[in-house]
């Protein structure tokens, strides 16, 4: 679950967090392993000095949405990050110590932290799969269609998935090394 935070979301991206709440309520009844991570802003980020985009730097807004909070309380890992890709050092370790072998991502933004998130693990060897209608950009429609056209080209048309494909990986049972 990428970055579900209260300060990704609004008008143009609250649409997403229902679609996600279930995936994630449906992926944890399998007892399968769920990662959330979270986005910080700092005052010396990159994204201050050069783009001039300063949210996120504080609670309410780096808060997981009330929705999903129970559900990051159960989390097998909260990733706290301060770029784009979740897919941290540590995160890379913990899927080669477990033998996680692909992950299924969603969360906002589509565009950016989604996006990043699954080139660093496909470039890892690890494959992705993005939920395309459980992914969103805070900055609308078109930015997120926009990310799907550059995550086909960067990992293949076939690993973005809806919604209803993720929830069959779960019948029987998942592929094993797969997390959430």
Request: charged residues 20%; proline residues 6%.
């Amino acid at each position: 679950m990428i970055d579900v935070q209260n300060g990704f979301v609004n008008d143009k991206s609250r649409h997403v967090v229902p679609v996600i709440t279930g995936l994630v309520t449906r992926w944890e009844a399998t007892g399968s392993p769920v990662l959330f991570s979270r986005y910080f802003n700092h005052p010396d980020s990159p994204f201050v000095r050069l783009l001039g985009w300063t949210a996120l730097q504080s609670a309410p807004e780096t808060d997981i949405v009330p929705e999903l909070s129970a559900h990051a309380d159960r989390a097998a890992q909260i990733v706290d990050k301060v770029t784009y890709s979740a897919f941290t050092p540590d995160v890379l370790r913990g899927f080669q110590d477990r033998g996680w072998r692909n992950v299924v991502l969603c969360g906002i933004a589509t565009d950016s932290c989604v996006l990043k998130t699954a080139a660093d693990a496909f470039e890892a060897g690890i494959t992705p799969w993005i939920v395309t209608d459980a992914c969103a950009s805070e900055a609308g429609r078109e930015v997120h269609q926009a990310g799907l056209t550059v995550a086909r080209r960067l990992i293949g048309t076939r690993q973005l998935i809806t919604t209803a494909e993720a929830l069959e990986l779960l019948s029987p049972a998942l592929p094993e090394g797969t997390c959430a």
